[in-house]
């Protein structure tokens, strides 16, 4: 069965310097893997997904996504991050057999001025 | 191209009660999606409808909650009678292909239920 971790509950980043939210995942077969953000009482937005060959994946408000096959890792990164990116932000993989998405628990970004 | 339109944004009610959520997916999206999100955890599927029939409502505690899509557009969810555990933010999504491969669920705004 597929599955997806976001090992870190929070991640502290102060405002300009590069950030990395971590996502790992297992899956059998072809693996398509997503990012939401989600602001306070808001629903989730999609932030980019994988497409097979692309390692780098660039996605909205400046986001990208590196998958890396042999890590089974697909980390979300920010070159330089903003205090309005401070958020919920979620990992997601396709289950394959039944084409849900599983989710990981999150990860509280705090960015800091 | 306007998003997922959910109602109400917010409820609170008594445990025992009845509530309902509507929802309305994007233009053309065939496939509809009720979520359940506890705080602090990811969202749990609790139904998904393509066009107006049923794929999977294996989550759906089907003894108090019930969803329909009548016509394939828009849907309600419904508890009843609302348990205190059921205190949850309900999601609606809506994707545009069925739900394999790289189809992308794009999410209405929620209704935050609160059950005393």
């Known amino acids: 069965a597929q599955s997806v971790a976001q090992p870190e509950d929070q991640v502290n980043v102060a405002e300009g310097n590069p950030l990395t939210v971590k996502c790992t995942y297992s899956v059998s077969g072809n693996p398509y893997l997503f990012w939401y953000v989600q602001y306070p009482n808001r629903g989730l937005q999609f932030l980019l997904k994988?497409?097979?060959?692309d390692n780098l994946v660039k996605g909205s408000y400046g986001f990208e996504a590196e998958f890396n096959k042999s890590q089974t890792s697909f980390h979300l990164k920010k070159p330089s991050a903003l205090v309005s990116d401070s958020a919920l932000y979620f990992c997601?993989?396709?289950?394959?057999?039944?084409?849900?998405?599983?989710w990981g628990a999150g990860t509280k970004l705090i960015i800091k001025p | 191209e306007a998003g997922v339109a959910q109602s109400p944004r917010y409820k609170i009610i008594e445990k025992r009660q009845s509530v309902a959520f509507w929802c309305n997916p994007i233009?053309?999206?065939?496939?509809l999606y009720w979520y359940q999100q506890i705080l602090g955890q990811g969202p749990k599927l609790l139904i998904q409808f393509q066009n107006n029939g049923v794929v999977d409502d294996s989550q759906l505690p089907k003894d108090r909650f019930s969803a329909e899509r009548l016509k394939g557009v828009d849907s309600t969810l419904k508890i009843q009678p609302a348990k205190l555990e059921d205190s949850a933010v309900y999601l609606c999504?809506?994707?545009?292909?069925?739900?394999?491969?790289?189809?992308?669920?794009?999410f209405g705004p929620g209704t935050r239920l609160t059950v005393l």
């Open positions: 233009s053309g999206h065939a496939t």
């Open positions: 997601a993989v396709r289950e394959n057999s039944n084409y849900q998405l599983i």
């Open positions: 999504a809506s994707s545009p292909l069925g739900g394999r491969g790289t189809d992308t669920q794009y």
């Open positions: 994988y497409i097979t060959w």
